[in-house]
């Protein structure tokens, strides 16, 4: 089976709805558009996280989702007569609720159903011609342009010290929950979680390295736009020094101020244990301040990472045609996010070209708005 498309999108997690959505509203062609995803529904990985952790807010503001347009999930919002409280905050973090309503309502009204693959794994791309080969576990696609916007939560960050005993979050199994739970972690995913199980009726203990960090965003403001981003900027292709200022400039293990002050009245109400310091392991037991963790139940809350790009199916592409990669092992892109003529981007792989928030979902926004009108424009000429 065959498959001939103008633009193939790899991935309909939160990016990928973005630059589909963003395409046929920009005047793109259903026709001319195919997504494929592993999973059978869009926004899957996503909405199976965001529920194992009974997240109600987002730590994006109202005019960051997956629309060109950005008031369309406040007019969404307004149509629909969503009350108040799922804008939180002077800077109107939606709830997870009206995010995900608004998102699916676009999706259908758009009619992308007809175009998307679900259930479908990609195996391998390579160029042919002018376009591109993928091979999927079902059929070849062959496409004038590919997007790839897999996200990064496939790949759970464990530290080294894990034993058995330990869960990460999102890959837990629910039916081995006890009564009493020890969550180690402090971000905005840690204390989501902790305020679910407290919910639950659960004795909680929290292990944090440091003392709770309140950021209400992923990084500061003002990378959200060119003017904070000038100093960025002009590093150009100075990818370690890059490297540095993402990894300086971003705020994991905080969270928003609510969610922050919420978990410490449950500390102050002994509702929840905090143990701040470091987790050692001495054989098979875990210790934080000389003090044994109990283990009857310990979920780790310590991060997703992407997968590294020489480990995913753009690895037979990168032998082919000599792909560039940074000293970190990342894509080396334009400000396109263009990485070979036709093949784009997103996430975490272009956090060297858009700054702290590539990951987050502005970057989805801004992956739209450089990739979008050169591949509308080509396709009008055509």
């Known amino acids: 089976m065959v498959e001939y498309k103008s633009l193939l999108i790899i991935g309909a997690g939160v990016h990928g709805m973005t630059l589909a959505i963003s395409y046929i509203e920009q005047g793109g062609k259903l026709d001319d558009l195919l997504i494929v995803d592993p999973n059978s529904a869009p926004l899957s990985n996503w909405t199976r996280q965001t529920d194992s952790i009974s997240m109600s807010h987002l730590r994006s503001t109202r005019v960051h989702h997956v629309s060109s347009n950005p008031y369309a999930l406040k007019q969404f919002a307004s149509r629909h007569a969503y009350r108040s409280n799922h804008f939180k905050d002077t800077f109107g973090r939606p709830s997870l609720e009206l995010f995900n309503n608004h998102a699916l309502t676009l999706w259908d009204e758009l009619r992308l159903d007809e175009c998307f693959l679900g259930n479908e794994r990609v195996m391998a791309v390579r160029k042919e011609g002018q376009g591109f080969h993928v091979q999927t576990d079902r059929r070849l696609i062959v496409a004038d342009s590919v997007i790839v916007a897999i996200g990064q939560s496939a790949t759970v960050v464990l530290p080294e010290w894990t034993t058995e005993r330990c869960q ?5 199994d629910r039916e081995g929950e006890s009564n009493h739970v020890t969550v180690i972690g402090g971000g905005i995913t840690a204390l989501h979680y902790v305020v679910k199980r407290v919910n639950q009726g659960h004795r909680v203990t929290l292990v944090t390295r440091r003392p709770l960090e309140v950021s209400q965003f992923d990084a500061d403001r003002e990378f959200m736009g060119p003017k904070g981003l000038d100093q960025f900027n002009r590093l150009q292709q100075d990818w370690t020094t890059k490297r540095s200022f993402v990894t300086r400039e971003r705020k994991p293990g905080s969270a928003p101020n609510d969610l922050v002050l919420k978990v410490k009245r449950l500390i102050q109400t002994d509702a929840v244990t905090h143990q701040i310091g470091e987790v050692e392991r001495h054989q098979d037991i875990l210790m934080v301040n000389g003090e044994r963790l109990d283990d009857s139940e310990i979920v780790l809350c310590t991060g997703i990472r992407p997968q590294p790009v020489k480990e995913t199916f753009l690895q037979p592409l990168i032998e082919q045609l000599d792909l560039p990669l940074t000293p970190c092992g990342t894509p080396v892109l334009n400000n396109r996010l263009e990485w070979t003529d036709g093949l784009y981007l997103t996430g975490a792989y272009a956090d060297l070209i858009i700054g702290p928030f590539a990951r987050a979902v502005y970057g989805g926004q801004e992956a739209a708005r450089r990739i979008l009108p050169r591949l509308l424009f080509a396709q009008k000429s055509v």
């Open 168 to 172: 990460h979050v999102f890959t837990k």
